[in-house]
């Protein structure tokens, strides 16, 4: 909870992250001071909790707000010693902010001298509901699960010798290399009419066999169906191929939406209110 000076911190941090979102007050750079002290037209020197000002078309805005931590509604003598306070410095924009709330005549007081009234507080329940009292979302629980590649251990494929015997100048009697890159040798499947790369055929095997964990195989059925490499292309006479499913990485999280909201600021003459949250502001009717 905040309390005393804190709580006028805490007013002027929501305040500035209130400034600091408005697109047109944004290059105004402004920055709220407190304990801002002002001499009145009598050389008195009053002290406000909140001060800060810009210039817009050759007039100066001036704003000063009076924080009060009180733990009970603010009664209209508080008003009025705010509006005696104010009295003798022109051109002074004055806001009253407190956590409870306000009196009724408080209220009518100070709506009757332009006072804005703030409540200014740490968040509730209410803050969780839309306007038709249903509860919004505040804790996100959620896991996230990701499934690495699979990985193939063994291609074996049978050539069909007669095939390479008529039709290449290849020898069916030396064994044959691989290229070293798997976007380097391809599946070229007639029947089916489907080319694809080793690369391809892994990609596809991780997302038909990511359930099935540990070490896989199927054949490869092998119609009317080619390996190709950079080198030559033969027929398969089959195909078999071996490859590891990895156990898929799980991690569940939560997240507290409730720790990223900094504070409300309640608007009581214009009936809305404000949530400020660490990287967002959320305006409420």
């Not at 804190?6 to 709220?32: G, H, M, P, T």
């Not at 095997?205 to 092998?222: A, F, M, V």
């Not at 390996?227 to 499913?245: D, G, R």
């Amino acid at each position: 909870m905040v309390a005393g000076r804190d709580y006028e911190i805490f007013v002027q941090n929501l305040q500035q992250a209130l400034l600091d979102s408005e697109e047109f007050l944004k290059q105004k750079n402004i920055r709220i001071e407190r304990n801002k002290k002002i001499a009145d037209n009598f050389g008195i020197v009053r002290e406000f909790d909140l001060y800060w000002e810009y210039e817009l078309g050759g007039v100066t805005y001036k704003t000063i707000i009076e924080c009060k931590d009180y733990s009970s509604r603010v009664s209209v003598e508080k008003i009025d010693a705010l509006i005696g306070k104010i009295r003798d410095i022109p051109d002074l924009k004055p806001v009253f902010a407190t956590k409870v709330g306000y009196q009724s005549g408080a209220k009518l007081k100070a709506k009757n001298n332009k006072i804005e009234l703030l409540v200014v507080r740490e968040q509730n329940d209410t803050d969780w509901e839309d306007e038709d009292g249903t509860p919004l979302i505040k804790i996100i629980n959620a896991n996230i699960t990701l499934y690495s590649p699979i990985r193939v251990t063994g291609f074996k494929p049978v050539i069909d010798a007669g095939w390479a015997i008529e039709n290449t100048d290849f020898d069916v009697e030396k064994p044959f290399s691989f290229p070293s890159l798997n976007t380097e040798l391809f599946i070229d499947d007639k029947f089916k009419k489907n080319r694809f790369s080793l690369f391809d055929l892994e990609s596809k095997l991780t997302k038909e066999y990511q359930d099935k964990i540990g070490q896989q195989s199927i054949t490869y059925d092998c119609n009317d169906a080619y390996i190709e490499t950079p080198s030559y292309k033969l027929k398969l006479h089959s195909l078999k191929i071996e490859f590891i499913v990895p156990k898929p990485f799980s991690n569940p999280f939560t997240v507290d939406l409730s720790k990223e909201l900094i504070g409300v600021i309640e608007y009581l003459h214009k009936d809305r209110k404000t949530t400020v949250f660490r990287d967002k502001i959320v305006n409420h009717k």
